[in-house]
């Protein structure tokens, strides 16, 4: 059968023309135009299933980034509903890849249930909060993101304490960074998302601007900060494949990271100061 088939090719009458184990073989656009045409539910859990290692894998990643956040379980579950939502919710005529798409729609769950879950301990809450304050005031006074050295010397900690206060609030500076985009209308995977895109509508040129402001964000990123953005983001790798790959220590990456968003974020403030 030609993978490339149409759902109304597939679809005659009441009955479909094919079996279930022949609409498994189609790929994913295909099976998702059958199932828009027959709403038959056990094709929509054929492709779901498709993408629960993805699920999984976007799941190891955020119990990765701090280690109190959520069990792994309930954050496969929460991403199994958000996927379901998702193969009803796609609009393929906006011409972004399906596994784009699901991989936007769950990063942002994560985010959601950072936000919503008492999983900080309010005296790490506090730290963040004195984290962010000292970065943004620095950086008003300095006009640039200030370095770890001086944010450390401001808040009175060695270097040591400063890296360590970076991996202790790595899920925090996470969802502060995210606040800053949700302000400016985008989250960091839909962003990142902007070049499949190919809608001229209004949204769609201010979601284009927002990737241009963003990059040029990345691109004043230190080479290590840069390469665990990509890792972390594009190649969708866990905070230990990472340490693999650059050869050093998880915490030290959970630290790299940490500093990258706090730095995208007062990145992202002065443009939407400007």
Known sequence: MNQTNTAAELWEGEQPSVSYQ???KLD???LLELYRQTEDQELKWMLVLRYTQLVRRIAVQASGLYSSFA???DIIQEGLLVLLNAVDKFEPEKNVKF???VSTRLRGMIVDLARRQDWLPRQVRQKAVRLNRAIDELS???GRAPTSS???ECMGLTREQYDSLLSETAMSSLVSFEAVLDSCGGTMEKTAAQGEENNPTEEAFQDKELHQVLEEGVASL????????????EKELSMKEIAQVMGVSAARVSQIHSRALQRLRVYMNQYMQA
């Open 22 to 24: 022949e609409a498994d």
């Open 28 to 30: 994913d656009r295909a």
């Open 222 to 233: 230190r080479k290590n900060e840069q390469m665990v953005l990509s890792l972390y983001y």
């Open 140 to 142: 008003a006074k300095l």
């Open 150 to 152: 001086e944010a450390a």
């Open 71 to 73: 069990q792994l379980d």
């Open 99 to 101: 596994e784009t798409y």
